[in-house]
């Protein structure tokens, strides 16, 4: 579930990325309102539960059994959570304002709080998918897996398919 979110989030950040420059080229029509609203959407519901499931399932076995390098990467992780909250809720003005048609472009300032937004969780990902993912692979044993996916599943209220859980992949 957590790779499949990765995916997500990165197909988001294309959106955004798609978004801006339709909207340096063309403004704010109704399409770019809609992918506005597209991207508030995945970052306002599913990304803060995400972050959820990585610090209740992720974060604590390597903070509590990983080397000293694992443990100062997820500590940089866990700021990073608390960095995007932030990041998002200056990213959030202008693309709120662009779906409600109160805006029709993005200032320069407002280009920068996106870029700064899209960039920080760009790498964010590749952390994670680089070094956390697989070094709790490593501490988990696989029958840790299932419960874990039902947890995250549940909680989206959303039934994980049969066969072998992707609580990471």
Do not use: N
């Amino acid at each position: 579930m957590l790779g499949a979110c990765h995916e997500r989030v990165q197909r988001t950040l294309a959106l955004l990325g798609r978004l801006r420059a339709h909207v340096a080229l063309q403004g704010g029509d109704e399409s770019a309102r809609q992918a506005a609203r597209d991207v508030l959407r995945y970052f306002d519901i599913a990304a803060p539960l995400h972050h959820q499931d990585e610090e209740l399932h992720v974060f604590p076995p390597l903070l509590a059994q990983g080397s000293s390098a694992v443990v100062a990467l997820v500590q940089r992780l866990l700021q990073d959570h608390q960095d995007m909250v932030a990041e998002w809720a200056a990213a959030r003005q202008p693309l709120q304002a662009l779906a409600d048609g109160q805006a029709s472009t993005f200032s320069a300032e407002d280009e920068a709080a996106l870029e700064r937004f899209a960039l920080r969780y760009a790498r964010h990902i590749e952390d994670e998918e680089g070094a956390a993912y697989p070094a709790v692979q490593q501490l988990l044993p696989p029958e840790a897996l299932a419960p874990m996916g039902r947890e995250m599943a549940a909680r989206r209220q959303v039934i994980p398919p049969p066969g072998r859980p992707r609580a990471i992949a």
